[in-house]
């Protein structure tokens, strides 16, 4: 299961604070070592685990906590609060609908990382909720990229607009005009993956932004890739300027590092987190519910 480590470290940690009722200032350093070595293991970025620690020590150890009956359950309510500060704050990142439609979604990631299953899970997501969302095939390079979007798109029950090999810019350009002709309001764009971080593939994605007016660049990374994907999230971000990310996999054994540590290095929320392989395994990201959960 998810995050079960982390878990179980961070509930050791505040069960022996716990235990020792009032708190000196050799208790709180000695468990936020802890709680450091643990995120760490968590596979969370060093600079983010090093900046949380000195951020939630230094509250911890004001008067309030240091004074109160109940230090310890001070300290594991600063800690959950600056968790979910770090994953973006108490307010979820939700995709803004424009009152002119459509509304373009260009879907981007590494291949692998669950891009094309997401694109039908948003475009599921979107018609459950009264849209009428169109699925587009602007990975040309695999055949079968296509059909699989043709799959997931008739599971979904979403329309797929497709012109084979065609430039992905063209293609881009076609679905949204047919996406004003048909009452799609909003267009959500398969795009290419690679293997690696790649220029050719940036620059394919910039010549779809320059193409069509984008409203949002969602980059789709893998839970379970910790801090590697942190660093495609980062490179995505410095190439195509993203504007939320989805999480997906975040039902393997993800150890946690990627949604703890990619808001922070990248500036960029993430928005939705994958949850199984099913195309109603989609949930809104909330990074307080996410805190709850790693906190136990
Ligand atoms: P793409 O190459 O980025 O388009 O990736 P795909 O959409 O083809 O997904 C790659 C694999 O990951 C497929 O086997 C999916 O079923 C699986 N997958 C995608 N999202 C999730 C998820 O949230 N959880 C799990 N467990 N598997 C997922």
Redesign the pocket.
């Known amino acids: 299961m998810a995050f079960e480590s982390l878990s179980e470290r961070l509930s050791g940690v505040f069960k022996r604070l716990r235990g020792k009722g009032k708190l000196t200032e050799a208790d709180i350093k000695a468990a936020m070592r802890e709680v450091r070595t643990a995120l760490l293991e968590a596979d969370v970025n060093y600079k983010v685990a090093k900046d949380f620690i000195a951020g939630v020590t230094e509250r911890a150890m004001g008067q309030e906590v240091m004074e109160s009956l109940t230090p310890a359950q001070q300290v594991i309510k600063i800690v959950n609060e600056s968790l979910t500060e770090l994953m973006g704050g108490n307010e979820a990142a939700r995709i803004h609908i424009k009152s002119k439609p459509p509304t373009v979604l260009m879907l981007c990631?590494l291949?692998?990382?669950?891009?094309?299953?997401?694109a039908a899970k948003l475009g599921k997501w979107f018609l459950k909720q009264g849209h009428r969302p169109l699925l587009v095939a602007c990975d040309i390079y695999r055949p079968a990229a296509i059909d699989?979007l043709q799959v997931v798109g008739k599971q979904a029950g979403v329309p797929v607009f497709t012109m084979g090999t065609e430039k992905p810019e063209i293609i881009a350009k076609k679905a949204i005009a047919h996406a004003k002709d048909y009452g799609n309001d909003i267009v959500i764009l398969d795009t290419a993956?690679r293997l690696h971080v790649d220029q050719a593939l940036m620059d394919e994605l910039g010549r779809i932004k320059e193409a069509v007016e984008v409203d949002e660049v969602l980059l789709?990374v893998d839970a379970m890739a910790g801090q590697d994907a942190v660093n495609v999230a980062k490179a995505f971000n410095e190439a195509v300027a993203v504007d939320g990310i989805i999480l997906?996999?975040?039902?393997?054994d993800t150890r946690g590092g990627a949604a703890l540590s990619v808001k922070a290095v990248t500036g960029k929320p993430i928005k939705f987190q994958?949850?199984?392989?099913k195309l109603d395994?989609l949930e809104v990201f909330h990074p307080a519910r996410m805190a709850s959960r790693i906190l136990g």
């Not at 291949?111 to 997401?118: A, D, L, S, W, Y």
């Not at 997906?248 to 393997?252: M, R, V």
């Open positions: 990631g291949q692998g990382n669950g891009k094309t299953t997401h699989q993956g789709v997906t996999k975040t039902d393997g994958g949850t199984g392989e395994d």
